[in-house]
């Protein structure tokens, strides 16, 4: 079954240091996004991306972050400037084409990252 | 806005016995509804999804779950469990027309012999 693959798993990195975050996403999906769980938190949504450009954010994205689709398979979340609240797992999903009805996300394994 | 509350943080259960993970949203709009599961240290899983149709939706592995608009519910339930479905449950819900899910908090499902 095809999967979302992400590395690395686990990231540490001091404050103040930029990081990215990478995915490769399923390669017939068109929709890819970014979401993140600070421990013991929710799930929540950061960024989607369709047809190189974000479609969709959360108030959570601010100006520290960034995505980019650099070739046809990686898809990267960029964090400028990390903080300590920016410890959290950061998760990439994508899903297929909007066929009518078809909502099927696939998530990645995520990137635990480490802020210090 | 949206939002999914899960009101049980932790179940724990003996194996073999039934299980119901409750789940409750609230939209002005119409939505989609979603259970995930995340075994450790892994992704999240799609589990089942309402989108439209029958009421009750099955998954492959024996967990069902039935919308109820009136109740603004969409509780996981499995007639007998296994050790196996040790695991955190998302719920989660789709407005129509926008792709960001919005989740509950989570519950952990402690299946025990």
């Known amino acids: 079954e095809p999967e979302v693959t992400q590395t690395p798993s686990h990231q540490v990195t001091q404050m103040g240091q930029e990081v990215i975050l990478r995915c490769v996403p399923i390669s017939n999906h068109l929709y890819f996004y970014w979401y993140r769980q600070i421990l013991g938190q929710k799930v929540e949504f950061l960024v989607s991306?369709?047809?190189?450009?974000?479609?969709?954010k959360s108030e959570i994205f601010d100006d520290q972050f960034s995505v980019e689709r650099p070739d046809g398979s990686n898809f990267t979340l960029k964090i400028r400037s990390t903080k300590l609240e920016d410890s959290a797992m950061y998760f990439c999903a994508s899903s297929a084409p909007v066929d009518r009805g078809n909502y099927g996300y696939t998530f990645g394994s995520g990137t635990r990252l480490t802020v210090v | 806005a949206q939002s999914v509350t899960q009101l049980d943080s932790q179940v724990p259960v003996f194996e073999e016995a039934p299980v119901e993970l409750r789940c409750n949203y609230s939209s002005s709009v119409s939505v989609y509804l979603f259970w995930y599961v995340q075994y450790p240290n892994q992704g999240l899983q799609l589990l089942l999804k309402?989108?439209?149709?029958?009421?009750l939706v099955e998954s492959i592995n024996g967990f069902e779950a039935e919308f109820n608009k009136s109740q603004t519910s969409f509780h996981l339930r499995k007639p007998s469990v296994h050790i196996s479905d040790t695991a955190e449950y998302f719920c989660?819900?789709?407005?129509?027309?926008?792709?960001?899910?919005?989740f509950g908090s989570g519950t952990r499902l402690q299946v025990q012999p």
């Open positions: 309402y989108l439209s149709g029958s009421t």
């Open positions: 989660a819900a789709l407005r129509a027309g926008r792709r960001a899910l919005t």
């Open positions: 991306f369709y047809n190189n450009e974000i479609s969709e």
